[in-house]
Each structure stands twice: as C-alpha cells, then as structure tokens.
C-alpha cells in the first residue's frame, strides 16, 4: 500500500496498473502511529482510485475495500506446495523435542502476530508439552527482547530463530498443536501450511483465519489471554 501512492505515475505515460495489497498495512504494530500509518493509508486511497485492478488475498480483505472505497478487487488466494512430512530428527537433536512434545508457534515475531498472548497464555497452563516459537525479529528488536522477558522464567520455551528447509518441515511434522494468534492477518501462509500439514490448529477468530479454516481449526476470542489459556490447557489435556 506505501509503494501505491505512486500508480498513477505510469497511467501518465498510458500503462496499466495492477495493485497486489497483502494486507493493510496501516494497522500494523510498527507502522499504526504517525506519519508511516497516514502516508500507507494515503497510499490505500490513491490505489483504490487509480490501479487498474486490485488483487487481494481474502474475502475479509475485498469486503473491506468494497465496503470503504466502493471498489472491486480480485481475490486471489495464497498457496503452498502439498507437505513432506519428516521425522523429528533434527529437531531432536537441536531443540531436544520429540513428535507430539510441543506447541509450536511459527511467525515472524511482530506484535500484531499476538506471540505475547500465547507465551502468557503457556505460562498459565498445565501441561509437560513445550512451547516452541520459531520466527525472529522483522525491525522488531524491541518487542522480541520482551517475548524474551516474558520467557525468561520459564525454561521450556524455546525460542528457535528463523528456520527453513527439512528443520521447518520436521516442526511442523511433529507439533502437537500450532497456534496463531494474530490480531491482523493478510493470508497466512503458516495458517495453510498447519492445515496441510494436519496439526491441531488453534487460532484467533478473526476473519482471516475463520474464512480458510472453517471448522478445520479450533478458535479462541482475538486478544483474549484467558481464553487462550482455556483451549490451549483443554488441548492439551485431552493428549
């Protein structure tokens, strides 16, 4: 949406525009205060009015622009590649984590992905299953340095740093539970690959997530600490 101020640029010189909004950006943790979340905004205004057409990954993201601006988009939905399922391997060896040993969580680490509710969500449970966040930092130094904090007292979260390649695909092979608990969402490719992957899925039940899981998934109220705790420990209990 920042890069769209400048459609109308090139309509100048009579090419067409083609807009891709992933999600609005605006509401981000990092961008919502001041001049950033104006100008991205702006930006949503001038490609709403210029671009040719608009592409958009979810239902929730075409109402909204139908609703605002009165303008038409094209959904086109996320994909991913079908799973190859691992055997917890290297996980083991890194992580000290067995199949079914954990509750993963795999995000990029940015306040509107709601990581600070499911560390203190964790911490309220009762449960011998670990807590395993795998994401870092996206200019985001000081909001992980809290999730640290909030984790400090508890050795069985595990913080993994960025992974990829035959590691990524063994979390998700072995996870007892995954969870997003995001307060914004575009389209998640994590929600996809959960759900590819068929691990119990919890997340927060904002449209964006209810709308591709559907009754695949288990949800707990956007925000809410306690009844994350509530369906976290409920899951857990029934291992």
Not at 95 to 105: A, T, V
């Amino acid at each position: 949406e920042g890069p769209a101020v400048f459609c109308w640029l090139p309509k100048l010189t009579g090419k067409r525009v083609v807009v891709t909004v992933h999600g609005l950006d605006w509401q981000r943790e990092k961008w919502k205060n001041g001049f950033a979340s104006k100008y991205i905004k702006f930006g949503e205004k001038v490609l709403a009015r210029y671009a040719d057409e608009v592409i958009v990954l979810s239902q929730a993201a075409y109402d909204y622009f139908k609703e605002t601006y009165g303008r038409e988009t094209v959904i086109i939905h996320n994909g991913i590649s079908r799973p190859e399922r691992k055997d917890a391997r290297l996980i083991t060896e890194k992580y000290g984590i067995e199949k079914d040993g954990y509750i993963s969580l795999v995000s990029r680490l940015t306040a509107e992905k709601g990581v600070h509710y499911l560390i203190e969500a964790y911490n309220k449970i009762e449960t011998d299953k670990k807590l395993v966040i795998a994401g870092d930092t996206s200019d985001t130094d000081a909001y992980v340095a809290m999730l640290r904090k909030m984790a400090a007292g508890n050795p069985n979260i595990i913080f993994t740093g960025f992974v990829s390649g035959d590691t990524l695909k063994e979390l998700y092979s072995n996870s007892y539970i995954n969870v997003l608990p995001s307060d914004l969402e575009g389209m998640s490719l994590c929600l996809l690959e959960s759900l590819a992957y068929r691990n119990v899925l919890l997340c927060s039940d904002i449209p964006e997530n209810t709308s591709v899981a559907e009754d695949k998934a288990v949800y707990f109220k956007k925000g809410s600490v306690e009844d994350l705790a509530e369906k976290l420990q409920t899951l857990c209990s029934d291992a």
